[in-house]
């Protein structure tokens, strides 16, 4: 008879961790796509314009020159260079290179933090809905994952006396990320004054996750490392990828503390090494080369969401606030009387469309969609023509 062996079992600090929604949902829609469905995909947050083609260049010489071998962990000093002064112009912050730390995407720079900086007991305040990776990375450190509702009344802010209210003796950290995922809410000036205020006044750090820093349809979002004295108790995590559409090359970078460099440093050395010098040298480029493509990019944005949010409003049953920042819609669907992840399975099974469910990103996501207009006119025209035909056939009934 063969024993089994109680060896042969996966580490319960597994199960801390959640999938990314987003490639679930593609999963299943190019599943229905081999059967033959046509599908508009809405789910995935990324931008459908190609990498521009200086950074692509960039990338193709470095490989040519060799640029293909290990590296320093914490990134090309070129390169670190470069971001210093990115920060001082965008953020009005000097910043020494050294205290910043290049990693292969901003996901894993985040991860990394959130576990040099939490332990059992601590506890880590973060705006819900959001991002899956925080709740995951606050969990796997063995932390507690507080969250604070936005408010779809403050378009997507804080209720700032909630987040008051949820600090504790307690609170190690507390999350930003602004312009948001999924709502693209932006906070305010004031919003982050008061924010910076309450960590000062109960010695709290913040986290703040601004990958989607360029992203914008008014005004610059405010950042907290702009505040005096702040730089020194937060860590900024930003990248690549939305604004360069650079996804796939992997490329983030933060600005930390003094301290807690080494400590990110080592946890990039023991798991991937270094970023790419090739990957590195693009991300150079992307910052000193002409920014048109980026711009233009924007400009094509902000008619995609004007047309996705005003034939979102002409739906039954829908309504949804004006998008400030970033590429999502996220519509208030709670009227058509079903969860979320059902109408979501609905619109993809039925209408061939791919979103995601609130849920997705938290329980406080629950009556809302995730859309990412972040495609052409014509399939944001043709989702809204099969979205419609759904959501009539439930407000109906």
């Not at 305040?125 to 779809?152: K, N, T």
């Not at 209720?159 to 504790?168: F, H, K, M």
């Not at 990110?264 to 990957?279: A, D, E, G, K, Y």
């Not at 979205?387 to 009539?392: P, V």
Request: with cysteine; charged share 20%; glycine share 8%.
């Amino acid at each position: 008879m063969r024993r089994t062996s109680t060896s042969l079992r996966v580490s319960s600090k597994i199960d801390r961790l959640s999938a990314d929604s987003a490639f679930v949902v593609l999963a299943r829609a190019q599943a229905l796509e081999a059967r033959g469905m046509n599908v508009v995909h809405l789910e995935i947050g990324e931008p459908c314009f190609d990498t521009p083609l200086n950074i692509r260049e960039a990338g193709r010489q470095a490989i040519a020159d060799g640029m293909t071998r290990y590296c320093n962990s914490q990134g090309l000093v070129a390169l670190r260079e470069e971001i210093a002064r990115e920060v001082l112009r965008t953020r009005g912050v000097r910043v020494a290179p050294e205290r910043i730390i290049v990693g292969s995407g901003a996901k894993p720079l985040i991860f990394f933090a959130l576990l040099a900086l939490l332990d059992d007991g601590d506890e880590a305040i973060y705006p819900a809905p959001l991002f899956p990776v925080f709740q995951s990375a606050i969990g796997f450190a063995g932390a507690r994952a507080v969250p604070v509702r936005l408010q779809e009344s403050l378009d997507f802010r804080f209720d700032l006396d909630e987040l008051r209210a949820r600090v504790t003796p307690e609170t190690r950290l507390i999350v930003l990320n602004s312009p948001h995922n999924p709502t693209g809410g932006v906070l305010s000036s004031d919003d982050v004054e008061q924010v910076a205020q309450l960590a000062v006044e109960r010695d709290i750090l913040v986290l703040s996750d601004e990958i989607y820093d360029h992203m914008y349809y008014e005004e610059p979002p405010a950042s907290i490392m702009s505040i005096d004295g702040l730089d020194e108790r937060t860590v900024l995590v930003t990248g690549f990828s939305k604004t360069y559409a650079m996804t796939g090359w992997r490329l983030g970078y933060a600005v930390v503390p003094e301290w807690l460099v080494s400590p990110i440093v080592r946890l990039i050395n023991s798991s991937v090494s270094c970023t790419p010098q090739f990957v590195q040298m693009a991300g150079l480029e992307a910052l000193s080369g002409p920014q048109s493509d980026s711009m233009e990019m924007m400009r094509a944005l902000k008619e995609r969401r004007d047309l996705m949010v005003e034939g979102l409003n002409a739906i039954p049953g829908m309504s949804c606030r004006v998008p400030h920042g970033a590429f999502y819609a996220f519509p208030n669907v709670s009227a058509l009387g079903m969860s979320s992840a059902a109408l979501a399975s609905m619109l993809l099974d039925d209408g061939g469309v791919a979103v995601l469910p609130g849920t997705a990103f938290g329980p406080e996501g629950e009556g809302y969609l995730r859309l990412c207009f972040s495609t052409s006119t014509e399939q944001i025209r043709e989702a809204l023509v099969r979205t419609r035909r759904i959501a009539s056939r439930l407000y109906g009934a």
